[in-house]
Every structure is written in structure tokens, then in C-alpha cells.
């Protein structure tokens, strides 16, 4: 009976080994697939800013090629700091272009092609962005936290996959954030402990019976480690990096930068001298990095020069704080319209959900409940100012409350609140038999945590949902603009050096022309004769945006009769393609086929799948077309040919390419 029972505690035990395993190898499988994310290629396109705010300006620094530089880095009024776009993807090319001529040489593959100029700034970001997983796994172990589950559920989440992977400004954001915390993290830890050890020393000093017994204990008191401007520098060096990275960084500063400054408040040895103190030092310490980054900006958007440094004429006008000019100009309604203007509860009620699944419902849960114990004066039923759960909470909470004055909200400008929400509420996303690894007794998160038969459909929904988000955002989102750019890309490589192209797109985002390596036509050459000139421009690209498709039609055709009016087919021999969604592609084709003077005729080139773009969404046809012929024709339609309209659903989501050809000059 003895051995049976130490043959199933064995056992039992394996069986948790194993589970540990398991579990922590989930861990790694997503960290895998976050990496090979960037080699499938990830088509998807999530926003313009992630290839015109870092690449195409990038690009146009280290390359001698054409790129059309976003109004951020307008040298007259620039809000984008220089140095990010240089540090995450300059330096990228710099190893590829020492790379280029070696492989091409081997391999025959030119690594200065659209897949490759995307993949080494992705593979830059996608290696940063570990930093957070390391943060939030310190955090853990400093205060004795399981991290398994937090650490699988942080890599699990389609925001780490596909955002955090991109060339955008948020994924820095996120990843000195996570830094932010995790330093702050630490101090808070640290100082609790010696602040402890201080006041229960200086009670003993105060009751001690004699002068020997003091003075041992004031040797005792000397000898504590300090701790008061611990990770000074630190803190000052991500709070300024971040604020000139995005100005918005002052919202998830500020919680930590708070909670650090507090640390010890109230006790015996921490008083209000210390955290003046440590405001001072924190100044102190972000002066030199305000000075650098300004410097920096303002010999690259030309504002001072070697020049003038050397005769010593400078003046205030000298420098440009781009953060400045960033918070000047969100501060106008007017200028915040021409990108959109949202409900300030947008954040809150949609991207929240969007972004964090049942973490953010949870989250948004424990605040109302928090405030309603505040109102109801049930301060016990808070946490402590300054333990790590208020860390937290506040970490998630007043950003999102900041940001929210904000009339223009996107979901990415609150990416980096996700770490806080993985350490406090990942723990209500498990299954059942989580109970072999050890959980941790979180009083405030008790009320929200949901009940055993319900664990396993939170981790349903968490991993579905993400899966979908991840393979939409991934891959599907805009997927044939990438695709695009690589036929364009070589088109522009294989045609005649005379020969013109123009591209006319709508309903899609806008081309990242950084990618095409476009021959640079502001620089001035000179030749070996010494006769100066300048390259002609070969690439010429109109965005429609969500124009409709007679209009379209009109402004092509009057495009191609003005060029044949006057003779520029026969000048300047050019190739016009126009990209569309399958969506609209017949709608076109009836104003091409049924308009009274044809001026050009359309030839099918390729199609780019997957592309799905919310300007444009897929439809059922039979569907809306009924409010037209009525339900019962919709259904008799859909009955006669089930297979066709499901196959024509599915092919709208694809971006065509149509080369647009002339009509000749006697049909004119």
C-alpha cells in the first residue's frame, strides 16, 4: 500500500513537470512564430505609418533613390524626431547593403528588392520587442509571481505578432514602456525591503538603554544599501527617449515616474525632502539627453549647421524640439480633423476590447468596481498606493485616460498599457487543471476571476480570437499592396530606361515608393565630360482614395486623351496600370465597356491575394441585390449556383492590377 502511494505521488509529480513544460514550451512556440512571422512574408498592411514614418524616410537617407517623406519630417515644421527612423532601419541597411554585393555574388539574389527591404527593419523590431517579455518575466520574478501563464498568454496575443513586429513608432513605445515598469518595478521592491530594515532600526535606536547599544545600531543604519536615486539615469533616458520617439509617451511616463518618486512615503526615513530630491536629480539627469536629441534633430532638418557652429552663430532658431512642434500641433482641433476625429470613448468601449480581448474587459471591470469602493468610502477594498498592483493599475488606467482627450483615437496608441493587463488579469485565462502550478492569491483580481467550468472558455476565446486577429492583420489587411510593390519593383527593373510608368490606385493604402528603389531625380550628377544633369523621373503615382469608379473612369480617360492629343505616347513610351479591390473590378469594367467615346481599353495583368480592404469590404451579391429584385429572386439565385457566388465572394479578396491601353489615334 506504501509503494502503490509513493508510485502515484511520483507520478503525480511527473505529470506536474510535465504540465511546466508544456506550458513554458507554449511560450516559446509563439516567441518562434513571432519570429518566422517576418520570413513568410507578412503581407498584411496594418496603417501607412508603419512603412512612410520609419522606412520610406530611411530609405531616402541611406539609399540615392526617390522617396516621398510623410509631412511629420517637413523640415519647416518637423514633430518627428530623426533618430528612431535611423536607429531601427538605417542601421538595418547599412548591414545590407555590406551584405548586397556578397550575395549577389554567391546567390545571384539581389538583396535590394521590396521582400528583403521590409524583412531586415521586421527582423530589427520583432528582436527588440523580446524586451518587453524580458520585462514582464523580471517583474514576475521580482515579486515572486508565476510567469508562465502571463509569459504564454503576452506571446499568444496577436498585438506582439503582427504590431509589435512593424517598423511603427507604438512598438518603440511599447518596449520602453515595458522597460519604464519593469525599472520602477525594481526600486519599488528594493526600497520597500530597506526601508523596512531603516524604520525597524531606527525604533531600536530610539529605545535603546545606552550610547554602545546606539552607536552599533547607527553602524547597522550606515551600512543599508541606498536607494532613494536608484535608476535615476535610467528612468530619465527612457522617459525623454520615449517623449521624443512619440509625445505621447507622457501619459505612460507619468504612472511610473509617479510610483517612483513616492517610494517610501510616509515612513520614518522617506520624507518630503527625498522626493523633492529625487524630482531634482530626475531633471538633472534628462537634461544632457534633451540637449542630444535636439542637437541631433537639428543639424539632420538643417536648422543648424557645421558651419555655423564653427563661427559660432547660433541662435534659439537654431533648434527644433520636434516634440514641441508634435504637442503645437495636436493641440488644434483643425489640424486633428484632416486625419479624423473620433469619440473620446473610443479608446475605452472599442479599442480596448479590439486589442485586449477579455484582458481589457476585465480591466475596465476591476476600475469600476475600484471606484465605486473609492465613492462608497471602502478604502480597504483598495490596493496599496504603492504596491505593485497600483503600479499597474495606474499603468493601464491614465494613459488610456489621457490619450482619450484626444478627439483622434487609433487602437495602436495604446499598445504598451498591454504589459500591465497581462501581469494583473492573465491569471483569469487558464484551464481548469491549472491548480499543478502554483497561482497566486490576488485579492482585488478575486472578483473578476472567473470560475472554474468557465476557465476554459476565456482560453478559448483568448487564443481563437487572436489566431484570427493575427492572421487578418498578418496577412490579409491590405495584403496585396507588398505583393504589388514587388511586380512594380521588378517591372521598373526590366522595362526600357525610356520608358514611363504610371500607377493609379484606389481603395487601398498608399504605395510605399521607399520599397520600388525609384532612380533619385532632385540629385545632381556629373558626368565624366564634367556636364552636370539629372535623371527624369520614371514613376508617376495617383491615389484616387475612396473616389467612385466614374470618376475614376473619367479622370483616366482624360488622362489618356490629353496624352494622346499631344503626341506623349509617341515621345515618352509609358505602361498605365491601375490597382483596384475585385470588389469594384466589374463596377469599372461597365464604365470602360458601356462609355459612348472609348478612350483606353483594360487588359487583366495579375491579381495580389489576400487583400481585404474596409474602404471597400467583399459582398454577397446575391444578398445586395435584393432589396432590388426581392428575397425570394436573392434566394432562387443563390439555389441555382451556390459554388458561383461563394467562389466570387472569395475572389474579392484580391487586389487587381489592370494595364490600361489606348484606343488608337483614328478612333479618337
Not at 530630491?277 to 540637449?291: E, K, S, W
Not at 488606467?397 to 488579469?425: G, M, N, T, Y
Not at 441585390?625 to 432562387?636: A, E, H
Request: glycine content about 4%; overall charge positive.
Amino acid at each position: 500500500m506504501q509503494r502503490g502511494s509513493m508510485y502515484c505521488c511520483h507520478k503525480s509529480s511527473n505529470k506536474k513537470f510535465l504540465h511546466f513544460c508544456s506550458k513554458r514550451s507554449l511560450y516559446w512556440f509563439f516567441a518562434l512564430l513571432r519570429l518566422l512571422f517576418n520570413f513568410f512574408p507578412q503581407t498584411g498592411y496594418i496603417h501607412p505609418d508603419e512603412f512612410f514614418q520609419y522606412i520610406e524616410v530611411a530609405a531616402g537617407d541611406s539609399f540615392d533613390i526617390d522617396v516621398y517623406k510623410p509631412w511629420e519630417y517637413n523640415v519647416t515644421f518637423p514633430i518627428r524626431s530623426s533618430i528612431f527612423p535611423q536607429l531601427c532601419v538605417r542601421l538595418p541597411y547599412l548591414l545590407l547593403e555590406c551584405l548586397d554585393p556578397k550575395v549577389e555574388y554567391f546567390f545571384g539574389i539581389s538583396l535590394k528588392s521590396p521582400y528583403f527591404l521590409v524583412l531586415f527593419p521586421r527582423i530589427v523590431m520583432t528582436l527588440l520587442s523580446f524586451i518587453s517579455d524580458y520585462c514582464l518575466f523580471k517583474i514576475c520574478t521580482i515579486f515572486h509571481e508565476p510567469f508562465v501563464d502571463r509569459m504564454n498568454i503576452f506571446a499568444s496575443s496577436y498585438i506582439m505578432l503582427t504590431y509589435c513586429t512593424r517598423t511603427f513608432s507604438n512598438s518603440i513605445e511599447m518596449i520602453l514602456s515595458s522597460m519604464l515598469i519593469y525599472y520602477v518595478s525594481r526600486c519599488i521592491e528594493f526600497s520597500s525591503k530597506v526601508v523596512l530594515q531603516s524604520d525597524y532600526l531606527a525604533e531600536k535606536y530610539y529605545k535603546a538603554k545606552n550610547g554602545v547599544e546606539r552607536t552599533r545600531i547607527h553602524k547597522l543604519r550606515v551600512l543599508l544599501p541606498s536607494h532613494s536615486l536608484n535608476d535615476c539615469l535610467h528612468l530619465a533616458a527612457l522617459a525623454v527617449v520615449g517623449i521624443f520617439n512619440r509625445p505621447t509617451f507622457i501619459a505612460f511616463a507619468l504612472p511610473p515616474i509617479f510610483f517612483w518618486l513616492q517610494r517610501g512615503l510616509g515612513s520614518k526615513s522617506v520624507g518630503f525632502l527625498d522626493f523633492h530630491i529625487r524630482i531634482f536629480m530626475l531633471v538633472l539627469c534628462a537634461v544632457p539627453i534633451i540637449l542630444f536629441l535636439t542637437i541631433y534633430d537639428s543639424f539632420y532638418f538643417g536648422y543648424l549647421t557645421s558651419e555655423e557652429v564653427g563661427k559660432l552663430e547660433i541662435t534659439i532658431n537654431s533648434f527644433v524640439v520636434t516634440p514641441f512642434n508634435f504637442l503645437k500641433y495636436n493641440t488644434l482641433t483643425d489640424n486633428l480633423k484632416q486625419h479624423g476625429l473620433h469619440p473620446r470613448f473610443l479608446h475605452i468601449l472599442v479599442n480596448v476590447p479590439l486589442l485586449f480581448n477579455v484582458l481589457g474587459i476585465f480591466g475596465i471591470y476591476e476600475f469600476a468596481k475600484m471606484v465605486n469602493s473609492g465613492m462608497k468610502g471602502k478604502w480597504l477594498e483598495l490596493p496599496r498606493i504603492q504596491s505593485i498592483d497600483s503600479l499597474m493599475i495606474a499603468s493601464f488606467i491614465v494613459p488610456i485616460a489621457l490619450l482619450s482627450i484626444f478627439p483622434h483615437q487609433e487602437p495602436r496608441f495604446i499598445i504598451p498599457v498591454f504589459l500591465p493587463l497581462v501581469f494583473l488579469f492573465a491569471h483569469c485565462i487558464k484551464s481548469p487543471d491549472i491548480d499543478v502550478i502554483n497561482i497566486p492569491d490576488r485579492k482585488k483580481s478575486a472578483s473578476v476571476t472567473p470560475q472554474k467550468k468557465d476557465y476554459i472558455n476565456y482560453k478559448k476565446i483568448w487564443y481563437i480570437s487572436n489566431i484570427i486577429l493575427a492572421i487578418f492583420y498578418g496577412f490579409i489587411h491590405q495584403g496585396g499592396i507588398l505583393p504589388l510593390s514587388s511586380y512594380l519593383f521588378k517591372e521598373l527593373k526590366s522595362k526600357p530606361d525610356l520608358t514611363h510608368i504610371h500607377l493609379y490606385i484606389s481603395y487601398s493604402y498608399p504605395l510605399p515608393t521607399g520599397l520600388l528603389h525609384l532612380r533619385n531625380t532632385k540629385r545632381t550628377y556629373i558626368s565624366n565630360s564634367g556636364h552636370k544633369y539629372k535623371l527624369v523621373k520614371d514613376f508617376y503615382m495617383n491615389e484616387f482614395g475612396s473616389e467612385g469608379m466614374e470618376f475614376v473612369h473619367n479622370k483616366i480617360a482624360l488622362d489618356v486623351y490629353d496624352r494622346e492629343r499631344y503626341h506623349q505616347f509617341e515621345k515618352i513610351p509609358s505602361r498605365l496600370y491601375y490597382a483596384l479591390p475585385y470588389s469594384l473590378y466589374n463596377e469599372f469594367l461597365h464604365y470602360t465597356l458601356n462609355n459612348e467615346t472609348q478612350f483606353f481599353n483594360t487588359k487583366f495583368i495579375k491579381s495580389f491575394y489576400p487583400h481585404f480592404s474596409l474602404e471597400k469590404p467583399p459582398e454577397l451579391h446575391f444578398i445586395a441585390n435584393c432589396s432590388i429584385v426581392g428575397l425570394p429572386q436573392c434566394v432562387l439565385k443563390f439555389v441555382k449556383s451556390p459554388m458561383d457566388n461563394v467562389i466570387n465572394f472569395f475572389r474579392q479578396f484580391s487586389l487587381v492590377l489592370l494595364r490600361i491601353e489606348p484606343v488608337s489615334k483614328k478612333r479618337l
